[in-house]
């Protein structure tokens, strides 16, 4: 970078040198991106799409979804099986390399590194609107629950990069999936208490296709059905229920959800005989 580049940048000199060293950008802040998570990885710089090599790609995404971090922690976390020094010197390459394609995508921020405030990510975004269809935030939830419909991201199951297999990844998949699943529970709980059975129901059902194992989302199967009115549709969901636990966990269901429909714990329904209310027969 030209010396008058990194004065404009409010970067001394030899500041902006160090900083070269380290694999951080100097320029001027970047233009408005987008890193998409969900799906598929995609960054786009302005109006153009950013194609990285994986180690780079592996970096964002780190940043991402786990904010601002020290270099030995993210080293730590994208090479785990190196040793320090080789660690650090694959993220400076990492650094080096996302320079070039985008310059100040990363900044440095007192040692530690993040994305710059100007990138938008998309798995960020549809965890903050989850949280506050969660909390109840009247601007979040009115119209959305009013129509059944989930917001942007989770309507489609919100899959966090699905075709890779990094296991500092798990943690995040989990985070995000918990999330939907409440959501679609609160979903259903609110359109049933509005009335709107159908609705309710899908959005309950699409929990269990999510967790099979989920008790709790299969009381919001058998709550409906009972709100509803429809006793024997109501005995045959918590069949399945005790079922599918007693054939994947070798557990009977809670006593909440069998006090749902005022039977003792040790005896099974009638309704064990019939047909599913969900899933395969």
């Not at 390459?93 to 995508?105: D, F, M, Q, Y």
């Not at 299969?218 to 549709?233: A, D, K, P, T, W």
Request: with cysteine.
């Amino acid at each position: 970078m030209p010396r008058d580049a990194s004065l404009r940048a409010g970067v001394p000199a030899a500041a902006a040198r160090d900083d070269r060293r380290r694999g951080l950008a100097t320029a001027e802040p970047v233009r408005s991106a987008v890193l998409t998570l969900l799906g598929s990885f995609r960054l786009r710089v302005g109006a153009a799409e950013v194609r990285l090599p994986a180690g780079a790609q592996r970096l964002l995404v780190v940043l991402a979804l786990r904010g601002r971090q020290s270099r030995s922690r993210v080293a730590g976390t994208l090479w785990p099986d190196s040793p320090e020094a080789r660690a650090l010197g694959s993220l400076r390459t990492s650094l080096w390399r996302i320079n070039l394609a985008a310059p100040a995508l990363v900044v440095d921020t007192g040692g530690a590194i993040d994305l710059a405030p100007e990138v938008t990510v998309d798995a960020r975004e549809l965890m903050e609107r989850t949280k506050a269809l969660l909390q109840g935030a009247p601007s979040s939830t009115s119209t959305s629950t009013s129509t059944g419909a989930l917001p942007p991201g989770l309507d489609d199951g919100g899959e966090l990069l699905p075709d890779w297999d990094d296991e500092w990844l798990a943690d995040e998949r989990e985070r995000l999936c918990q999330l939907h699943l409440h959501v679609r529970e609160s979903f259903a709980e609110r359109l049933a208490s509005e009335g709107k059975f159908g609705l309710a129901l899908d959005m309950a059902l699409g929990a269990l296709r999510l967790d099979t194992l989920r008790e709790s989302a299969h009381r919001s199967v058998i709550r409906i059905h009972l709100q509803e009115g429809n006793l024997s549709e109501a005995r045959r969901a918590y069949a399945t229920c005790r079922r599918v636990l007693a054939q994947e966990l070798g557990v009977a269901p809670a006593p909440e959800t069998t006090r749902m429909l005022g039977l003792p714990a040790d005896r099974p329904p009638r309704a064990d005989r019939a047909r599913p209310a969900w899933g395969r027969p």
